[in-house]
Nanobody, 122 residues
Framework: QVRLVESGGGLVQPGGSLRLSCVASGSIFSITDMGWHRQAPGKERELVATITRGGNTKYADSVKGRFTISRDNAKNTVYLQMNSLKPEDTAVYSC????????????????WGQGTQVTVSS
């Protein structure tokens, strides 16, 4: 099995910063894309940012210029640096990894973490 565990969420004032981390562990052969999504109360889950194994990134328009996604392939870890946070960034942030597990290297599976709460409030 493949497991994703997020950390780094919390309460921050508007304009503040947080850094989220997500570590993938378990029966991993290789990880391709990794990403962060978020879901606010009463809203659908939305894509925040993605990063390929080679480091190519994409961002939602709402976070461009404020958030930075990065990864450490050796540690199977993806990060999300969030700056200039706004109240509308409040949500549960979940990481996602597209990976080939050791028990089925012919197929890519999508794996998700449980999520970490980010609250931006004064």
């Amino acid at each position: 099995q493949v497991r994703l565990v997020e950390s780094g969420g919390g309460l921050v004032q508007p304009g503040g910063s947080l850094r989220l981390s997500c570590v993938a562990s378990g029966s991993i052969f290789s990880i391709t894309d990794m990403g962060w999504h978020r879901q606010a109360p009463g809203k659908e889950r939305e894509l925040v940012a993605t990063i390929t194994r080679g480091g190519n990134t994409k961002y939602a328009d709402s976070v461009k210029g404020r958030f930075t996604i990065s990864r450490d392939n050796a540690k199977n870890t993806v990060y999300l640096q969030m700056n200039s946070l706004k109240p509308e960034d409040t949500a549960v942030y979940s990481c996602n990894a597209r990976a080939l597990p050791t028990y089925d290297v012919a197929k890519i599976y999508d794996y998700w973490g449980q999520g970490t709460q980010v609250t931006v409030s004064s």
